[in-house]
């Protein structure tokens, strides 16, 4: 199997790249990144891409892949809510449709987040744009779209740049995993179920965090 992933030096693509390397029947890992990698491995390949507003070039890469992972984000805390939405929703819908039309078998599973709003109406601007790319992911042809949808990610591999709201979580972690268990979730735990779910599929498109913990128990 061949995969592409993106967000590739992110909390949870980098989790991905690191699980995706020790399964055997993954052939072949496609980071299209805009800078390079700190890991090199016979099976991974990276492609330096600036525009990812743009994949044109990338056309004869996506015929030769099975999947997509798209881990690519940012946190709202880091830009605004225009540079939110161009990274969130302009770039993954650009990408999505070169993907399908070079490869309309192609899976693509879509990093999404819980709390997103499929009404689109939220004030919160994460809520807002991620529900507002899982409408229009859905309204394309693909034979297989998943979209993950965690809730709070505690990072075991932690960042070097990660906002205020991340290192308060990692002390908060502790007690929401005991109190609200299904609302938690782990990158290593979360990218080993997306490595699943890329290679199985799944009867839904839309898994809540409960689901991921769901199924990660019983993998």
């Not at 099975?66 to 969130?88: M, N, R, S």
């Not at 650009?94 to 309309?104: G, S, V």
């Not at 779910?197 to 019983?218: A, Q, V």
Request: aromatic share 10%.
């Amino acid at each position: 199997m061949k995969i592409i992933i993106t967000g590739a030096t992110g909390m949870v693509g980098s989790e991905v790249v690191r699980q995706a390397l020790v399964h055997d029947y993954i052939e072949l890992i496609t980071a299209i990144v805009r800078k390079p990698l700190d890991i090199e491995h016979a099976k991974l390949k990276t492609i330096l891409h600036k525009d990812f507003l743009n994949y044109a070039a990338l056309k004869e890469v996506f015929k030769q892949h099975d999947a997509c992972a798209w881990c690519l984000g940012v946190p709202q805390a880091f830009v605004t809510k225009e540079e939110y939405h161009v990274i969130t929703y302009e770039y993954a819908l650009a990408a999505a449709k070169t993907m399908l039309e070079a490869n309309p078998a192609i899976t693509f599973l879509f990093l999404s987040g819980g709390g997103a709003d499929s009404k689109e109406k939220s004030r919160i601007t994460f809520a807002r744009e991620k529900g507002k790319t899982e409408n229009a992911l859905m309204r394309l042809p693909f034979k297989r779209l998943i979209i993950p949808r965690p809730g709070g990610i505690y990072p075991i591999t932690k960042p070097a740049k990660i906002p205020f709201s991340y290192n308060f979580f990692y002390w908060l972690y502790p007690v929401v995993k005991l109190i609200a268990p299904k609302q938690a979730i782990t990158s290593v735990e979360l990218a080993k179920v997306i490595m699943y779910l890329i290679k199985n599929g799944s009867d839904k498109i839309i898994l809540e965090n409960w689901e991921l913990r769901e199924l990660f128990k019983k993998m």
